[in-house]
């Protein structure tokens, strides 16, 4: 399948772009909320940050695949490694979201009118620490990471 950018997506990259697609429950095929390449950007993303801190499998995204650091070729990503990449790309995703959140907070009153958005971020926020909890409980199931606190 070719996204509208030219880039040609490996079966398990398609797999984890409809499981992240899932995930944010962006499922309306009339009306998506993000492009297959936003998805695909997300989840290069998550891989390059887990790579650099929690979860070193020497693995990068590129040409529309999973690729090795080693030697530049293609790698079989299992389920589960999918299912961390995703996660931790839901958690980049709500990130940004509660950015733009943050900055369009108001609360407007007139007479007997009244609209007040200020509670979105922090329902973001709670939504985070929840998504980031669930990261490190796989890692801790996978054994990359000893111990971890529950708040």
């Given at each position: 399948?070719?996204?509208?950018?030219g880039?040609?997506?490996s079966?398990?990259?398609?797999?984890?772009i409809s499981?992240?697609?899932?995930?944010?429950?962006?499922?309306?095929?009339?009306?998506?909320?993000?492009?297959?390449?936003?998805?695909?950007?997300?989840?290069?993303?998550?891989?390059?940050?887990?790579?650099i801190?929690?979860?070193?499998?020497?693995v990068?995204?590129?040409?529309?695949?999973?690729?090795?650091?080693?030697?530049?070729?293609?790698?079989?990503?299992?389920p589960?490694?999918i299912?961390?990449y995703?996660?931790?790309?839901?958690?980049?995703?709500?990130?940004?979201?509660?950015d733009?959140?943050?900055?369009?907070?108001?609360?407007?009153?007139?007479?007997?009118?009244?609209?007040?958005?200020t509670?979105q971020?922090?329902?973001?926020?709670?939504?985070?620490?929840?998504?980031?909890?669930?990261l490190?409980?796989?890692?801790y199931?996978?054994?990359?990471i000893?111990?971890?606190?529950?708040?």
């Amino acid at each position: 399948m070719d996204d509208t950018n030219g880039i040609q997506y490996s079966e398990q990259m398609k797999r984890a772009i409809s499981r992240l697609r899932r995930r944010v429950h962006d499922l309306d095929e009339e009306n998506l909320r993000f492009s297959d390449k936003v998805l695909y950007e997300y989840i290069s993303d998550a891989v390059d940050e887990l790579e650099i801190h929690d979860y070193k499998k020497g693995v990068y995204v590129a040409n529309g695949d999973f690729l090795s650091k080693k030697d530049n070729s293609p790698v079989i990503v299992s389920p589960e490694d999918i299912a961390i990449y995703t996660l931790k790309s839901h958690i980049l995703l709500k990130t940004g979201i509660k950015d733009v959140s943050d900055r369009d907070n108001f609360s407007l009153r007139k007479n007997n009118l009244s609209v007040d958005t200020t509670k979105q971020s922090s329902d973001h926020a709670v939504t985070l620490k929840e998504l980031e909890a669930q990261l490190r409980q796989m890692l801790y199931r996978k054994n990359v990471i000893r111990g971890y606190r529950i708040e």
